[in-house]
């Protein structure tokens, strides 16, 4: 229990003090997954939407693969993408393995199935008399996927979540594509699984912990701008 | 009102993501989160490690007594170490590279793995040089060709700890065999690497030696993890498991485990700087390998590293070696 109390106080030491390798590791998960997430929202969002609205032959089997990469398991990924990145590979000639730039490729592979599917529900979960309607009253083609975007904004953020948490919370792709490496792929949860594994428990807890206030606050605004009540 | 607050924040999370990417990541400076009992050696050992003098010859030059500092930065600045967790679970690293890249203007990427996934990526040339510490697997990897330019670094030793009250009665032994012999005849639980790093390739050869195979038994159990996450279950457990000694050192205080047994030559732990062989793999960074091979036999780095750990523990973790004949 007092190892849980050093990693509270410690915390909270490291924080005011503004260490300065605490401050670059959280800065640089901050920076990796949320490029990662706005990335993956790029990609994911339209994906999502066009296989909602349409229809075409084998678009269920579409459909199954984005579900199951939804529930991917993030090393898999973190592997394949080592393999690719790897000098002597096929993507090589680019010299991205251990750099963060790989890590924002590998959660980005993880993110973007996941906001594509829940996507994918959100906006098929819609009456589909809503889209005629809307096309009715004289809408344009993008006015009427704003218009439904901003109709399923709840299922739509809780995919932004969903996908900011997958992403931030990941270490073994992080630790294959990243390396680990001090000051330039060292983030929170490869941190936190280093100290650990040094026997520096209290701070692997204070740095677990400035990962959870992270993406509590994060979560917070997603919230926030998820539930306020808009006048139509 | 609170749209505008939203939109605000948006825009900044996205400048920060986009600033992040595009700013040039910043050279490695010494960390500070080492827990608050190690944040002084770190920066103590830098202080501490004698200024280097610019060298007036070329970079070819590879005198081991000179420090290299190139006159201008490296055309292929970045350097890949494969080399082993123990190297940077002590600290030694986290010391060193600083040091090297201040020096010579490489960005160094160390990728602390087991000896033996190290030496797998100089197989494929996806490292372009090692520091690992698995003498018999480093000797074939010279042979096949894979590596050049082996040469001795440093030593420390492995001991074998385990619980205070020592069920299996080891505490003492002379010989590591013996000591091996004792633990399968108690049925002692004994918690192994298991992941062909140098430790655990050490500790399977001393089984191997002994005519012992431990593979399978209910008290033999394997991590597969690395050297600070096997003490702690060994800890845990109240077993034993065998260990380099800088990363006891380094846990002590956490652990409550005793050294058992030590001195045995068969227990030195011996490091080694290979190259990969460019003829084999073009792509590697040659000048870059070479650069770091020449700086960890040098005479400034062979003082840092002997003075390693002094003001921390009392005593030095790593034994400097360069230039010795092999073991």
Known sequence: MDLIWDGISKAFWLLVTGDPEVLRVTLLSIQVSGTATLVSLLIGVPLGTALALSRFPGRQIVISLVNTGMGMPPVVAGLFITILLWRNGPLGLFHMLFTPTAMVIAQTVIAAPMVCGITLAAIGSLNPKLRLQILALGATRWQMLWLLMREARLPLLAAVMAGFGAVISEVGASTMVGGNILGQTRVLTTATVMESSKGNFDVAIALSLILMLLMYLVNLVLTYAQQRQRPL | ?327
Not at chain 2, 38 to 50: R, V
Not at chain 2, 77 to 93: E, H, K, N, R, V
């Open chain 2, 1 to 327: 009102m609170k749209r505008i607050i939203l939109a605000f924040l948006c825009t900044l999370a996205l400048a920060v993501a986009g600033c992040g990417s595009a700013a040039p990541a910043p050279t490695a400076t010494p960390p500070t989160t080492a827990p608050a009992a190690a944040t002084k050696a770190p920066a103590a050992a830098t202080t501490t490690a004698p200024t280097v003098a610019p060298a007036v010859a070329p970079t070819a030059a590879p005198a081991p007594t000179k420090a290299v500092a190139p006159a201008k930065p490296p055309a292929n600045p970045d350097l890949i170490l494969a080399t082993t967790t123990s190297t940077q679970d002590s600290g030694l690293l986290d010391v060193l590279i600083p040091l090297f890249e201040k020096q010579t203007g490489y960005k160094v990427k160390p990728i602390a793995v087991g000896s033996g996934q190290a030496m797998t990526m100089g197989q494929k040339g996806e490292a372009d040089v090692m520091l690992v510490h698995a003498p018999d697997s480093e000797k074939q990897f010279i042979a096949d060709g894979w590596g050049v330019n082996r040469l001795l670094v440093a030593h420390n030793d492995f001991i074998f700890v385990g619980p205070p009250d020592d069920p299996a009665k080891i505490r003492g032994t002379k010989s590591a065999d013996e000591t091996v012999k004792k633990l399968a005849a108690a049925q002692a639980l004994f918690v192994s690497r298991g992941d062909n790093s140098g430790t655990d390739q050490l500790e399977k050869k001393l089984w191997k030696t002994a005519s012992i195979d431990p593979k399978g038994q209910s008290w033999y159990q394997e991590t597969g993890q690395g050297m600070g996450a096997t003490l702690n279950v060994a800890a845990e457990k109240k077993g034993y498991t065998i260990s380099d000694r800088a990363t006891y050192l380094a846990q002590k205080s956490k652990l409550g485990m005793d050294i058992l047994v030590e001195g045995d030559t068969a227990l030195l732990n011996i490091y080694h700087v290979i190259q990969v062989n460019p003829a084999k793999f073009p792509k590697v960074n040659a000048e870059g390998a070479k650069a770091f091979s020449d700086f960890m036999v040098s005479k400034d780095t062979q003082d840092v590293i002997g003075k390693f750990g002094l003001d921390k523990y009392g005593q030095a973790l790593f034994f400097p070696d360069a230039g010795k004949p092999e073991f």
